[in-house]
């Protein structure tokens, strides 16, 4: 059995960090269209609040995509369960996750993305735990820099359970 440990980040902080992204954002991108691309499941929360804080002409779509790639295949092995709606060519793209770990979901994605030719293309994660890292990515916005735990909440999941959290826990293993 899994059960909460403790808050890692509260919702508070949630709220304030999204925020002060949101502004990042749109100075960056001033007089520019964006489309913020949210990785399902779990960045569908934060995207949603995301796009909320950007006072832009910006737009949002999702994909679902599932990396079986590992650090000795070179090859792109992003498979794209759910695509895009739109077309991306020459547009200014924003991909929004929820958390890099190894970074291997979103080095291939980038991948697979950059042959669609957009104008540009970025990456925001809410979470970067840098730990366990094996590709090099360059990450354009980041929220919170984390340790080696599994956190869940806030649209990340254990087996389904806790995306609807609205703070981000650490979990315990409590073996019952
Ligand atoms: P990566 O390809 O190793 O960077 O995997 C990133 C994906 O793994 C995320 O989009 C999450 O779905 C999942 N993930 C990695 N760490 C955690 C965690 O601490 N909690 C919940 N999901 C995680
Ligand atoms: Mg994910």
Redesign the pocket.
């Known amino acids: 059995m899994y059960k909460l440990k403790e808050t890692l980040i509260s919702e508070e902080e949630i709220k304030a960090k999204v925020k002060e992204m949101g502004k990042k954002i749109e100075e960056d991108y001033k007089g520019e269209e964006v489309l913020l691309v949210g990785?399902l499941?779990?960045?569908s929360i934060f995207a949603a609040d995301l796009v909320r804080s950007i006072d832009l002409d910006v737009k949002i779509d999702f994909m679902s995509v599932s990396?079986y790639g590992n650090s000795t295949q070179s090859s792109n092995t992003v498979k794209i369960l759910k695509d895009l709606d739109t077309d991306i060519k020459g547009r200014n793209v924003l991909i929004v996750?929820?958390?890099?770990?190894?970074?291997?979901?979103?080095?291939?994605l980038v991948a697979a993305l950059k042959t669609r030719k957009p104008k540009s293309l970025k990456l925001c994660t809410l979470?970067d735990?840098p730990a366990?890292?094996?590709t090099d990515i360059l990450v354009d916005y980041k929220g919170f820099v984390i340790e080696d735990?599994?956190?869940?909440g806030y649209g990340?999941?254990?087996a389904e359970r806790f995306r609807n959290l609205p703070f981000i826990g650490i979990l315990e293993d409590t073996e019952e």
């Open positions: 990785i499941k779990g960045a990396s996750e929820d958390i890099i770990d190894t970074g291997l979901t979103l080095s291939n979470i735990k366990r890292r094996t735990k599994f956190i869940v990340l999941d254990y």
